[in-house]
Protein backbone atom coordinates (compact mmCIF):
# COMPACT_ATOMS: atom_id res chain seq x y z
CA UNK A 1 0.00 0.00 0.00
CA UNK A 2 1.19 3.22 -0.85
CA UNK A 3 1.26 6.33 1.65
CA UNK A 4 -0.26 9.31 -1.00
CA UNK A 5 0.02 12.48 0.16
CA UNK A 6 -2.85 14.92 -0.78
CA UNK A 7 -0.83 17.74 -1.81
CA UNK A 8 -3.58 20.04 -3.60
CA UNK A 9 -5.55 19.81 -0.76
CA UNK A 10 -3.73 21.06 2.12
CA UNK A 11 -2.28 23.95 -0.20
CA UNK A 12 -5.88 24.96 -0.77
CA UNK A 13 -6.34 24.65 2.77
CA UNK A 14 -3.74 26.81 3.94
CA UNK A 15 -4.87 29.42 0.69
CA UNK A 16 -8.37 29.87 2.36
CA UNK A 17 -7.33 30.43 5.59
CA UNK A 18 -5.24 32.86 5.29
CA UNK A 19 -5.94 36.07 6.05
CA UNK A 20 -7.26 38.46 3.80
CA UNK A 21 -3.85 40.75 2.48
CA UNK A 22 -6.08 43.82 1.32
CA UNK A 23 -10.35 44.33 1.76
CA UNK A 24 -12.67 44.45 -1.26
CA UNK A 25 -15.68 46.86 -1.08
CA UNK A 26 -18.06 46.16 0.64
CA UNK A 27 -16.18 44.05 3.36
CA UNK A 28 -19.02 41.27 3.78
CA UNK A 29 -20.84 39.75 0.75
CA UNK A 30 -22.18 36.75 2.84
CA UNK A 31 -25.09 38.47 4.18
CA UNK A 32 -26.93 42.33 3.67
CA UNK A 33 -25.20 44.48 6.35
CA UNK A 34 -26.40 48.28 6.51
CA UNK A 35 -26.19 51.48 8.81
CA UNK A 36 -22.20 50.68 10.04
CA UNK A 37 -21.46 51.84 13.45
CA UNK A 38 -17.96 51.23 14.72
CA UNK A 39 -16.31 51.01 18.19
CA UNK A 40 -12.59 50.47 19.40
CA UNK A 41 -12.21 48.30 22.08
CA UNK A 42 -9.19 46.90 23.71
CA UNK A 43 -7.65 47.10 20.46
CA UNK A 44 -10.31 45.47 18.51
CA UNK A 45 -13.20 47.42 16.08
CA UNK A 46 -16.38 45.77 16.50
CA UNK A 47 -18.53 46.88 14.23
CA UNK A 48 -22.44 46.77 14.36
CA UNK A 49 -24.56 46.61 11.40
CA UNK A 50 -27.96 46.42 10.96
CA UNK A 51 -29.57 43.35 8.48
CA UNK A 52 -31.14 44.25 5.20
CA UNK A 53 -33.66 40.78 4.54
CA UNK A 54 -35.54 42.19 1.45
CA UNK A 55 -36.30 39.74 -0.93
CA UNK A 56 -35.56 40.74 -4.84
CA UNK A 57 -38.06 43.36 -5.65
CA UNK A 58 -39.38 44.22 -2.54
CA UNK A 59 -38.64 47.92 -2.26
CA UNK A 60 -38.67 48.46 1.71
CA UNK A 61 -36.83 47.99 4.86
CA UNK A 62 -37.44 44.31 5.89
CA UNK A 63 -34.73 44.52 8.84
CA UNK A 64 -35.06 42.34 12.09
CA UNK A 65 -31.68 41.93 13.61
CA UNK A 66 -28.97 44.01 14.03
CA UNK A 67 -25.15 42.18 13.59
CA UNK A 68 -21.71 42.81 15.10
CA UNK A 69 -18.49 41.94 12.95
CA UNK A 70 -14.80 42.19 15.09
CA UNK A 71 -11.34 43.08 13.88
CA UNK A 72 -8.43 43.74 14.29
CA UNK A 73 -6.63 44.99 10.93
CA UNK A 74 -10.26 46.38 9.54
CA UNK A 75 -9.94 43.85 6.40
CA UNK A 76 -10.24 40.26 8.35
CA UNK A 77 -13.60 40.43 9.73
CA UNK A 78 -15.34 37.94 12.17
CA UNK A 79 -18.78 37.64 12.57
CA UNK A 80 -20.29 37.40 15.91
CA UNK A 81 -23.66 36.64 15.20
CA UNK A 82 -26.33 38.58 16.19
CA UNK A 83 -26.52 39.56 19.67
CA UNK A 84 -29.81 41.87 19.29
CA UNK A 85 -32.84 42.10 17.57
CA UNK A 86 -36.27 43.53 17.62
CA UNK A 87 -37.58 40.86 19.78
CA UNK A 88 -35.50 41.72 22.80
CA UNK A 89 -37.40 44.78 22.95
CA UNK A 90 -41.26 43.59 24.70
CA UNK A 91 -42.25 47.30 22.94
CA UNK A 92 -40.85 47.15 19.37
CA UNK A 93 -43.47 46.43 16.77
CA UNK A 94 -40.39 45.86 14.60
CA UNK A 95 -37.79 47.56 12.19
CA UNK A 96 -34.41 47.16 13.37
CA UNK A 97 -32.44 50.44 11.65
CA UNK A 98 -29.31 52.62 12.25
CA UNK A 99 -28.03 52.12 15.76
CA UNK A 100 -24.53 52.33 17.69
CA UNK A 101 -23.24 50.97 21.06
CA UNK A 102 -20.62 52.79 22.86
CA UNK A 103 -18.94 51.46 26.40
CA UNK A 104 -19.09 53.25 29.72
CA UNK A 105 -17.99 51.80 33.09
CA UNK A 106 -17.08 48.03 31.47
CA UNK A 107 -20.41 47.80 29.82
CA UNK A 108 -21.67 48.09 26.25
CA UNK A 109 -25.00 50.17 25.58
CA UNK A 110 -26.35 49.68 21.76
CA UNK A 111 -28.92 52.62 21.22
CA UNK A 112 -31.39 51.57 18.34
CA UNK A 113 -34.71 53.10 16.74
CA UNK A 114 -36.95 50.29 16.11
CA UNK A 115 -41.39 51.11 15.87
CA UNK A 116 -42.96 51.76 18.64
CA UNK A 117 -45.47 48.92 19.29
CA UNK A 118 -48.35 51.75 21.18
CA UNK A 119 -46.64 55.11 20.81
CA UNK A 120 -47.08 56.13 17.64
CA UNK A 121 -43.91 56.01 15.62
CA UNK A 122 -40.14 54.88 15.89
CA UNK A 123 -38.44 55.13 19.68
CA UNK A 124 -35.56 54.75 20.96
CA UNK A 125 -34.46 51.91 22.86
CA UNK A 126 -31.07 51.03 24.58
CA UNK A 127 -29.26 47.29 25.53
CA UNK A 128 -26.75 46.35 27.64
CA UNK A 129 -24.45 43.84 27.98
CA UNK A 130 -21.03 42.75 29.62
CA UNK A 131 -19.08 42.26 26.63
CA UNK A 132 -18.80 43.71 23.03
CA UNK A 133 -20.53 41.10 21.23
CA UNK A 134 -23.47 40.81 23.84
CA UNK A 135 -25.56 39.16 24.81
CA UNK A 136 -27.95 42.46 24.96
CA UNK A 137 -30.71 43.09 26.42
CA UNK A 138 -33.22 45.74 27.40
CA UNK A 139 -32.10 48.03 29.53
CA UNK A 140 -35.39 49.54 30.54
CA UNK A 141 -38.07 47.47 29.61
CA UNK A 142 -39.34 50.94 27.92
CA UNK A 143 -38.46 53.25 25.53
CA UNK A 144 -35.31 56.05 26.19
CA UNK A 145 -37.08 58.62 23.01
CA UNK A 146 -40.43 58.35 21.98
CA UNK A 147 -42.09 59.98 19.36
CA UNK A 148 -44.89 61.69 21.14
CA UNK A 149 -41.89 64.11 22.44
CA UNK A 150 -40.65 65.47 19.11
CA UNK A 151 -43.86 66.52 17.13
CA UNK A 152 -41.49 69.34 15.12
CA UNK A 153 -40.60 67.43 12.62
CA UNK A 154 -42.85 67.60 8.61
CA UNK A 155 -42.99 66.58 5.84
CA UNK A 156 -43.25 69.00 2.37
CA UNK A 157 -46.88 69.05 2.89
CA UNK A 158 -46.51 70.03 6.89
CA UNK A 159 -47.43 66.77 8.28
CA UNK A 160 -45.96 65.21 11.20
CA UNK A 161 -43.98 62.53 10.38
CA UNK A 162 -43.65 59.10 12.26
CA UNK A 163 -39.55 58.14 11.89
CA UNK A 164 -37.93 61.08 13.10
CA UNK A 165 -37.07 59.25 15.97
CA UNK A 166 -34.33 57.35 14.45
CA UNK A 167 -30.41 56.95 14.14
CA UNK A 168 -29.30 57.62 17.90
CA UNK A 169 -25.35 57.76 18.55
CA UNK A 170 -23.62 58.61 21.85
CA UNK A 171 -20.65 60.77 22.69
CA UNK A 172 -19.30 60.53 25.63
CA UNK A 173 -17.08 64.39 26.45
CA UNK A 174 -13.98 64.70 28.26
CA UNK A 175 -15.66 65.70 31.38
CA UNK A 176 -17.81 62.63 31.09
CA UNK A 177 -20.77 64.00 30.31
CA UNK A 178 -23.15 61.64 27.77
CA UNK A 179 -24.73 62.78 24.75
CA UNK A 180 -27.38 61.05 22.38
CA UNK A 181 -28.01 63.06 19.09
CA UNK A 182 -30.71 61.48 16.88
CA UNK A 183 -33.13 62.53 14.04
CA UNK A 184 -34.32 62.67 10.49
CA UNK A 185 -35.32 65.72 9.51
CA UNK A 186 -34.31 67.54 12.64
CA UNK A 187 -31.55 66.44 13.88
CA UNK A 188 -31.71 66.75 18.02
CA UNK A 189 -29.75 65.78 21.42
CA UNK A 190 -30.47 65.30 24.81
CA UNK A 191 -27.93 64.58 27.72
CA UNK A 192 -27.65 60.93 29.22
CA UNK A 193 -27.48 60.47 32.92
CA UNK A 194 -24.39 58.34 33.92
CA UNK A 195 -25.98 55.77 34.11
CA UNK A 196 -26.22 55.88 30.04
CA UNK A 197 -30.14 54.53 30.63
CA UNK A 198 -31.92 57.79 31.34
CA UNK A 199 -32.06 61.06 29.58
CA UNK A 200 -31.23 64.57 31.62
CA UNK A 201 -32.77 67.93 30.85
CA UNK A 202 -34.18 69.03 27.53
CA UNK A 203 -34.13 67.72 23.79
CA UNK A 204 -32.33 70.49 21.85
CA UNK A 205 -32.61 71.24 18.00
CA UNK A 206 -29.40 71.52 15.69
CA UNK A 207 -30.08 73.73 12.79
CA UNK A 208 -27.79 71.89 10.18
CA UNK A 209 -28.04 72.44 6.42
CA UNK A 210 -30.46 69.87 4.54
CA UNK A 211 -30.33 67.72 7.45
CA UNK A 212 -31.72 64.16 6.44
CA UNK A 213 -30.54 61.65 9.55
CA UNK A 214 -27.73 59.60 10.56
CA UNK A 215 -25.86 62.25 12.61
CA UNK A 216 -22.26 60.88 13.88
CA UNK A 217 -20.29 62.42 16.16
CA UNK A 218 -16.62 62.51 16.78
CA UNK A 219 -13.84 64.48 18.17
CA UNK A 220 -10.37 65.16 16.55
CA UNK A 221 -8.11 67.22 17.83
CA UNK A 222 -9.85 70.18 20.24
CA UNK A 223 -12.60 70.21 17.28
CA UNK A 224 -16.08 68.03 17.49
CA UNK A 225 -17.42 66.88 14.02
CA UNK A 226 -20.93 66.34 13.09
CA UNK A 227 -21.18 63.97 10.25
CA UNK A 228 -24.83 63.81 8.73
CA UNK A 229 -26.61 61.90 6.05
CA UNK A 230 -27.20 65.45 3.85
CA UNK A 231 -30.40 65.17 0.81
CA UNK A 232 -31.90 62.51 -0.83
CA UNK A 233 -30.45 60.27 -2.21
CA UNK A 234 -28.03 60.84 0.31
CA UNK A 235 -24.66 62.56 0.32
CA UNK A 236 -22.46 63.01 3.69
CA UNK A 237 -22.00 66.66 4.91
CA UNK A 238 -20.16 67.70 8.11
CA UNK A 239 -20.53 70.68 10.77
CA UNK A 240 -17.66 71.34 13.17
CA UNK A 241 -18.31 72.79 16.85
CA UNK A 242 -15.53 73.92 19.39
CA UNK A 243 -17.76 72.36 22.09
CA UNK A 244 -20.20 69.09 21.94
CA UNK A 245 -23.09 72.00 22.11
CA UNK A 246 -22.20 73.90 19.44
CA UNK A 247 -22.78 76.30 18.18
CA UNK A 248 -22.15 74.09 14.91
CA UNK A 249 -20.12 75.40 11.77
CA UNK A 250 -21.61 73.91 8.57
CA UNK A 251 -18.11 72.50 6.46
CA UNK A 252 -19.61 70.64 3.66
CA UNK A 253 -19.62 67.61 1.54
CA UNK A 254 -17.50 64.63 2.36
CA UNK A 255 -19.02 61.72 0.67
CA UNK A 256 -21.19 61.56 -2.64
CA UNK A 257 -24.09 59.38 -3.72
CA UNK A 258 -22.93 55.60 -2.35
CA UNK A 259 -23.21 53.35 -5.76
CA UNK A 260 -26.91 51.85 -6.42
CA UNK A 261 -28.44 53.25 -3.01
CA UNK A 262 -29.72 56.29 -1.83
CA UNK A 263 -28.45 55.85 1.58
CA UNK A 264 -25.11 55.96 3.05
CA UNK A 265 -25.15 55.93 6.67
CA UNK A 266 -21.60 56.62 8.04
CA UNK A 267 -19.41 55.98 10.51
CA UNK A 268 -16.28 57.47 11.60
CA UNK A 269 -13.32 56.29 13.78
CA UNK A 270 -9.29 56.15 14.32
CA UNK A 271 -7.63 52.56 14.59
CA UNK A 272 -4.05 52.07 14.19
CA UNK A 273 -2.89 55.56 13.26
CA UNK A 274 -5.45 55.87 10.52
CA UNK A 275 -8.93 57.15 10.35
CA UNK A 276 -11.85 55.36 8.38
CA UNK A 277 -15.23 56.35 6.63
CA UNK A 278 -17.22 53.54 6.97
CA UNK A 279 -20.70 53.55 5.12
CA UNK A 280 -22.80 51.24 2.99
CA UNK A 281 -23.71 51.09 -1.12
CA UNK A 282 -25.49 48.45 -2.63
CA UNK A 283 -22.39 47.13 -4.05
CA UNK A 284 -23.13 43.46 -4.05
CA UNK A 285 -24.64 41.67 -6.95
CA UNK A 286 -28.22 41.60 -5.54
CA UNK A 287 -27.78 45.27 -4.25
CA UNK A 288 -29.65 48.57 -3.99
CA UNK A 289 -31.37 50.50 -1.47
CA UNK A 290 -33.02 47.84 0.47
CA UNK A 291 -30.30 45.32 0.10
CA UNK A 292 -27.08 46.83 1.35
CA UNK A 293 -23.28 46.22 2.57
CA UNK A 294 -20.69 47.83 4.50
CA UNK A 295 -17.60 49.37 2.66
CA UNK A 296 -14.56 51.24 4.33
CA UNK A 297 -12.51 53.73 2.90
CA UNK A 298 -9.60 56.02 4.56
CA UNK A 299 -10.47 59.02 5.89
CA UNK A 300 -8.23 62.27 5.68
CA UNK A 301 -7.67 65.59 7.50
CA UNK A 302 -6.20 69.01 6.14
CA UNK A 303 -4.28 70.16 8.19
CA UNK A 304 -6.94 72.91 9.01
CA UNK A 305 -8.92 70.11 10.26
CA UNK A 306 -11.00 70.22 7.43
CA UNK A 307 -12.41 66.63 6.01
CA UNK A 308 -11.18 65.89 2.32
CA UNK A 309 -13.60 64.34 0.14
CA UNK A 310 -13.79 60.57 0.77
CA UNK A 311 -12.29 58.71 -2.02
CA UNK A 312 -14.98 55.54 -2.56
CA UNK A 313 -12.90 52.60 -3.77
CA UNK A 314 -13.65 48.87 -4.80
CA UNK A 315 -10.30 47.72 -3.35
CA UNK A 316 -10.96 49.02 0.44
CA UNK A 317 -8.50 49.79 2.75
CA UNK A 318 -5.11 47.92 3.51
CA UNK A 319 -4.72 45.90 6.93
CA UNK A 320 -3.84 47.99 9.71
CA UNK A 321 0.09 48.04 10.78
CA UNK A 322 -0.02 45.87 14.15
O1 LIG B 1 -31.74 51.30 7.59
C1 LIG B 1 -32.89 52.06 7.80
C2 LIG B 1 -32.57 53.53 7.69
O2 LIG B 1 -32.00 53.81 6.43
C3 LIG B 1 -31.55 54.05 8.67
O3 LIG B 1 -32.04 54.24 9.96
C4 LIG B 1 -31.12 55.28 7.99
O4 LIG B 1 -29.94 55.86 8.47
C5 LIG B 1 -30.99 54.81 6.56
O5 LIG B 1 -29.75 54.22 6.33
Known amino acids: MSLRIPIRPIATCLILAAPALRASN ?10 PAAMVHDGTVYLYTGHDEAPDKTNRYVMKDWLCFSSTDMVNWTPRGSPLGVKDFSWSKGDAWAGQVIARDGKFFWYVPTSHATIHGFAIGVAVADQPTGPFKD ?6 ITSDLT ?7 GKQISWDDIDPTVFIDDDGQAYLFWGNTKCRYIKLKPNM ?11 LPHFTEAPWIHKHGDLYYLSYAYGFPE ?14 TYRGIINELAGNCNTNHQAIIDFKGRSYFIYHNGGTPQGGSFRRSV ?8 PDGTIKRVVMTSEGVAPAAP
Do not use: F, Q
Open 26 to 35: PIITDVLTAD
Open 139 to 144: ARGSAL
Open 151 to 157: TDALDAA
Open 197 to 207: VETDGPIVNVD
Open 235 to 248: RTAYATAPKITGPW
Open 295 to 302: CIDYLYYN
